[in-house]
T-cell receptor, first 112, second 114 residues
Framework: NAGVTQTPKFRILKIGQSMTLQCAQDMNHNYMYWYRQDPGMGLKLIYYSVGAGITDKGEVPNGYNVSRSTTEDFPLRLELAAPSQTSVYFC???????????FGSGTRLTVV | AQSVTQLGSHVSVSEGALVLLRCNYSSSVPPYLFWYVQYPNQGLQLLLKYTSAATLVKGINGFEAEFKKSETSFHLTKPSAHMSDAAEYFCAVRRDTGGFKTIFGAGTRLFVKA
């Protein structure tokens, strides 16, 4: 029962570098989401997807991109990393009839 | 627009004491409300959810929450705190449009003293 799997768990990037945060779910959920968590700020939605081939911006999309070529995978791309992108990133998925989210264990990213 | 406000960024209780974490919501339509728990260095885990059925909702680990429309509140309670309850708790509301996005409160960190 894997649920939502995120890789890597930790990463240090230099300013200007790029990377892709991976997210995969095995529950056949149509909806997937990327959030970032900063201390005292709760979770902010970056991007979300309602199905393969369909993505849309959340509250804080600048500096990020996503794609959804399959139901299972929803990678998050950081281009030209900046210190402001230092955060913990969570991927989540949901079934429209179930209401709640299943979260991955997160990726802790530091940009130096 | 829907939103949630959690009152108190930190709450400290003694082991065995009542736990009360406060959440108020704003919504123009009947809301779907949630409480999530996050243990250190882990993802969020769903504690309980309100989906317009019973107003008193029971969740995992002995937690429950009561939906009070007149007070626009959805406070989380547990009769007797355990050391293992120390974590961060998030109240959340789900939007009914645009991919059923969930909006999270800022979180309340619960400390449990021996």
């Amino acid at each position: 029962n894997a649920g939502v799997t995120q890789t890597p768990k930790f990463r240090i990037l230099k300013i200007g570098q790029s990377m892709t945060l991976q997210c995969a779910q095995d529950m056949n959920h149509n909806y997937m989401y990327w959030y970032r968590q900063d201390p005292g700020m709760g979770l902010k939605l970056i991007y979300y997807s309602v199905g393969a081939g369909i993505t849309d911006k959340g509250e804080v999309p600048n500096g990020y991109n996503v794609s959804r070529s399959t139901t299972e995978d929803f990678p998050l791309r950081l281009e030209l990393a900046a210190p402001s992108q230092t955060s913990v990133y969570f991927c989540a998925s949901s079934d429209p009839g179930d209401y709640g989210y299943t979260f991955g264990s997160g990726t802790r990213l530091t940009v130096v | 627009a829907q939103s949630v406000t959690q009152l108190g960024s930190h709450v400290s209780v003694s082991e065995g004491a009542l736990v009360l974490l406060r959440c108020n919501y704003s919504s123009s339509v009947p809301p779907y409300l949630f409480w999530y728990v996050q243990y250190p260095n882990q993802g969020l885990q769903l504690l309980l959810k309100y989906t317009s059925a019973a107003t008193l909702v029971k969740g995992i680990n002995g937690f429950e929450a009561e939906f009070k429309k007149s007070e626009t509140s959805f406070h989380l309670t547990k009769p007797s705190a355990h050391m293992s309850d120390a974590a961060e708790y998030f109240c959340a509301v789900r939007r009914d449009t645009g991919g059923f996005k969930t909006i999270f409160g800022a979180g309340t960190r619960l400390f449990v003293k021996a």
